[in-house]
């Protein structure tokens, strides 16, 4: 049966035909591409997130007492000017339409501390607005508590406690924090010691002004208990529980169990900072475990050396100036990049090159050492995987690994040869490891702790940050790997990857929707997770008649837009939903169209409509602007992948021309 003939008919309105053929926006699409190819082979563009990581580097600065030159203020300055929603606040992510308490509170601090006035045009605004906020300051989330605490600003008695005694619990424990998700636990092993230690900067005039400015009265105990607009998990009870017995024990700490865990905790954070070569796992937990190697009276060069290695997050431009990601994509947008021109069946000679050069890149970033002494901070193992970045500090992902391992077996299939410093037998270990009990496949490490544990977390504004657990999309992405690499292994490995991809199928087919689509964890939101569970589905050998398929391009179809687009509004990633977004985007437009190209074929009336949509946006540069997020994480935290607008489109138009049949027209529109 043709799953097409099942599927609904495409929008009553249909966009005018585009005077451009496919080809023609493709080859200016791969042009474009090409031109942002790296020296070294890479492609990366900047993951935009918001002010928090800027404000949090100003504050370390501060407690550090290495305040900066003027001439890296003022582009700080500029991307606060920038980034600014009404001229008033700062949101919690690109898409934000109101400030966020969390962001604005800090970045007013930061902007306190550079030096500015507090009737300044960028503090004065700011200033009102916390104070007309609810509880104000004191109701900032617990990660904005402990920051403030840092300055003096917020008394660690009104904050939620977390002594690092939790860290000597049994590791048999399920609450032991090392069942927790990786970069929950390096932020809280930092930040237990901090406040084990109850560490403050030292006391000035801007900070007494801040005092006043921030908070109308002295804080109180119950300040702990209050939330504001930022909050989006309600404190259980069994948290609250928790955290009453944390605070009970915080009255009288054993001293010598106390001096115990601080050691502990320090020992944690000095090999996360070493193994990571003072990069860190994220740039927030870096910024952190500078501060408690300079609270345990580390020499003065080392913490140098490490807040010049904090560069490493940074990105500056005129337009946007001095900020800091969450991450840096070298092997995931490189992945993608080299996919998105593989697709194209016809490539020229510098599409082979640049494919080329790529895949000499992904095969110098797979890990190849494991981590020293791993049971310090409970790592798992690393060789043979790929980080989200270049691999500087050492953390692999099981999709970063499967997409850069996909990656190179498709430089291979594409004139190039392959690599052999590419490790193929140690990236299926590594994904093999990566498998959860249930099928599914989780990121950094397999499920350590109970769901359960996702009662007792404590961050307030973000979702499932507790454990890491299975997702769509990192399970579609290793099932596509894993059924490309069973070829390349021993008899061992090619039944092991066999025995996955059963156990990843019943996982992807139990996690469809009614609707037909499929939740995602890291993208915006049901159409992304849709593209990676078809795409994991169909590696896993699923036929293109089975019935998940029928549903899943039904549902694409239903909710395609007029003009022939897809949009999805990233509020649905909270609300564990579908929202429409309100005008189409091409990274939208451009998942659903590959996956509707595996379902339907390039000539359904909604696949030509999409493309013709596609044509008809491409700027003259021969890319296309996208006016929304792409990315989230932890449910509520929207990114802004700087680069799919440049790949994914490329990536459906080159799909689309590479399954037209011979003598078929140029234009989507003809034989529609």
């Not at 927790?180 to 030292?202: D, E, K, P, S, V």
């Not at 493309?611 to 997020?629: E, K, N």
């Amino acid at each position: 049966m043709d799953p097409s003939a099942l599927a609904p008919s495409a929008p009553a309105t249909v966009p005018s035909p585009s005077t451009t053929d496919p080809r023609s926006v493709h080859d200016r699409a791969r042009e474009r591409l090409l031109s942002l190819q790296r020296p070294d082979g890479a492609w990366e563009g900047e993951m935009a997130w918001n002010t928090v990581l800027l404000s949090q580097y100003v504050i370390t600065r501060h407690l550090l007492g290495r305040p900066l030159p003027q001439s890296e203020v003022e582009p700080i300055l500029r991307h606060y000017t920038v980034s600014r929603i009404d001229r008033t606040g700062w949101g919690l992510h690109p898409a934000s339409t109101n400030p966020s308490l969390y962001c604005t509170a800090l970045a007013y601090t930061a902007l306190r501390l550079l030096g500015l006035g507090p009737e300044h045009p960028l503090c004065r605004p700011a200033r009102r607005w916390l104070r007309d906020q609810p509880h104000g300051v004191a109701a900032i989330p617990s990660w904005g508590k402990a920051w403030l605490a840092l300055l003096g600003l917020y008394d660690y008695r009104a904050m939620h406690p977390l002594p690092p005694e939790l860290f000597l619990l049994p590791r048999w424990l399920p609450i032991h924090p090392d069942r927790l998700y990786c970069h929950t636990r390096t932020i809280g092993q930092a930040m237990a010691f901090l406040y084990g230690t109850r560490y403050q900067g030292m006391p000035g005039a801007t900070i007494e002004e801040l005092r006043t400015e921030l908070f109308e009265r002295p804080l109180r105990r119950s300040d702990r208990r209050r939330t504001g607009l930022d909050t989006a998990v309600t404190r259980t009870l069994a948290l609250r529980l928790a955290q009453r017995a944390l605070a009970a024990y915080e009255h009288h700490p054993p001293p010598a169990l106390r001096r115990r865990a601080l050691l502990h905790c320090r020992k944690r954070v000095e090999h996360e900072h070493t193994v990571t070569g003072r990069i860190g796992l994220s740039p927030v937990n870096s910024l952190l475990d500078i501060l408690v190697l300079h609270a345990a009276g580390a020499a003065p060069d080392e913490v140098d050396r490490s807040l010049r290695a904090f560069d490493y997050w940074r990105w500056s431009d005129p337009q946007e100036g001095t900020r800091y990601a969450g991450a840096r994509s070298h092997s995931w947008d490189t992945s993608f990049a080299i996919e998105a021109l593989a697709a194209d069946r016809a490539p020229c000679r510098e599409t082979v090159r640049a494919v080329r050069r790529g895949g000499r890149f992904l095969s110098g970033a797979q890990v190849t050492r494991e981590i020293p002494t791993p049971h310090l901070t409970a790592r798992s193992p690393a060789r043979g995987g790929w980080c989200f970045s270049e691999g500087g500090h050492r953390w692999p992902v099981s999709d970063c690994t499967a997409e850069a391992a996909s990656a190179l077996l498709s430089c291979a299939n594409s004139q190039a040869p392959a690599d052999p410093r590419f490790d193929i037998a140690g990236a299926t270990a590594f994904l093999l490891a990566r498998q959860n009990r249930d099928g599914g496949f989780a990121t950094y490490e397999k499920r350590r702790g109970p769901r359960f544990l996702e009662r007792l977390n404590p961050a307030e504004i973000f979702t499932n940050c507790t454990i890491d657990d299975s997702y769509t999309e990192c399970t579609g992405s290793a099932a596509v790997a894993l059924a490309r690499l069973r070829d390349h292994g021993d008899t061992a490995q090619r039944q092991a990857c066999e025995t996955a991809l059963d156990r990843a199928r019943a996982y992807l087919l139990a996690r469809q929707h009614a609707d037909g689509s499929w939740p995602a964890a890291w993208g915006v939101n049901r159409i992304y997770g849709t593209l990676f569970a078809v795409r994991g589905l169909l590696a896993a050998g699923v036929p293109r008649t089975h019935p998940c398929f029928i549903k899943a391009a039904w549902w694409l179809e239903s909710i395609q837009l007029p003009d022939g687009g897809w949009s999805e509004d990233p509020t649905g990633c909270s609300e564990n939903r579908y929202v429409a977004g309100a005008t189409s985007q091409p990274v939208s437009t451009a998942w659903a169209l590959l996956t509707l190209l595996e379902l339907t074929g390039g000539r359904s009336r909604a696949a030509l409509a999409g493309i013709d949509w596609l044509c008809a946006r491409q700027l003259p540069d021969g890319s296309w602007q996208q006016s929304t997020v792409t990315g989230v994480f932890f449910g509520t935290a929207m990114l802004d992948y700087r680069l799919y607008r440049e790949y994914f489109p490329l990536w459906a138009l080159g799909r689309w021309l590479a399954i037209q049949p011979a003598g078929c027209g140029p234009t989507p529109r003809q034989g529609t």
